[in-house]
Nanobody, 114 residues
Framework: QGQLVESGGGLVQPGGSLRLSCAASRILFSIYTMGWYRQARGKQRELVAAITSGGSTDYANSVKGRFTISRDNARNTVYLQMNTLKPEDTAIYYC????????WGQGTQVTVSS
């Protein structure tokens, strides 16, 4: 089964930016639609962005216009550029296929706070 390793999270002030990365291994990465998910404390995990094998993207309304998902199939990596961050973006961010097919990684914590 595939392995997913997320990185790039941190503490940022409102209005700031972060770029998350997710490296996948032991899967045929290029064939999957990949997604970024997040789980805030006390809430269910939600899908915030997805990208198909061909590069088409889709976003949750809450992040549309602020987040950009991209992928590098040669590096088996998917990225999430997050701009104009808001306190409500605070969560642990995970990647997985869309729909999820692999074991979840440890995620990366994003905290937006002044």
């Amino acid at each position: 089964q595939g392995q997913l390793v997320e990185s790039g999270g941190g503490l940022v002030q409102p209005g700031g930016s972060l770029r998350l990365s997710c490296a996948a291994s032991r899967i045929l990465f290029s064939i999957y639609t990949m997604g970024w998910y997040r789980q805030a404390r006390g809430k269910q995990r939600e899908l915030v962005a997805a990208i198909t094998s061909g590069g088409s993207t889709d976003y949750a309304n809450s992040v549309k216009g602020r987040f950009t998902i991209s992928r590098d199939n040669a590096r088996n990596t998917v990225y999430l550029q997050m701009n104009t961050l808001k306190p409500e973006d605070t969560a642990i961010y995970y990647c997985n296929a869309d729909p999820p097919r692999m074991s979840w990684g440890q995620g990366t914590q994003v905290t937006v706070s002044s």
